[in-house]
């Protein structure tokens, strides 16, 4: 499984940026999609996931309510709208796939954030 995020860059602080992340197989093979992002200097934390059988989604606090996870089924194509978004939320952002196994095995590359103050 190859996952492909893209959408990342350069905005200024309160903007929004739409992150994709295209799945290289049917992602209802796949438990969920979620993602992760990590700062330099900081660990890898979980932002988001779906559930790819029935869409049930999850955010970490601090990205409730300006965050949004989507998915296109048919197009293989999981997505995070990121809004108001601030000098905080600059990090590396990577999506994954969890396996039947329940473990994100699966990881892209990341694409990068950064968010002017």
């Known amino acids: 499984v190859q996952l492909q995020a893209s959408g990342g860059g350069l905005v200024q602080n309160g903007g929004s940026l739409t992150l994709s992340c295209v799945v290289s197989?049917?992602?209802?093979?796949?438990?969920?999609i979620g993602w992760f992002r990590q700062a330099p200097g900081k660990e890898r934390e979980k932002v988001s996931c779906?559930?790819?059988?029935?869409?049930?989604?999850y955010y970490a606090d601090s990205m409730k309510g300006r965050f949004t996870i989507s998915r296109d089924s048919a197009k293989n194509t999981v997505t995070l709208q990121m809004n108001n978004l601030k000098p905080e939320d600059m990090a590396l952002y990577y999506c994954?796939?969890?396996?039947?196994?329940?473990?994100?095995?699966?990881w892209g590359r990341g694409t990068l954030v950064t968010v002017s103050s």
């Open positions: 779906i559930n790819t059988y029935d869409g049930s989604t």
């Open positions: 994954a796939a969890m396996s039947s196994a329940l473990q994100y095995e699966f």
């Open positions: 197989r049917a992602t209802l093979d796949l438990t969920a």
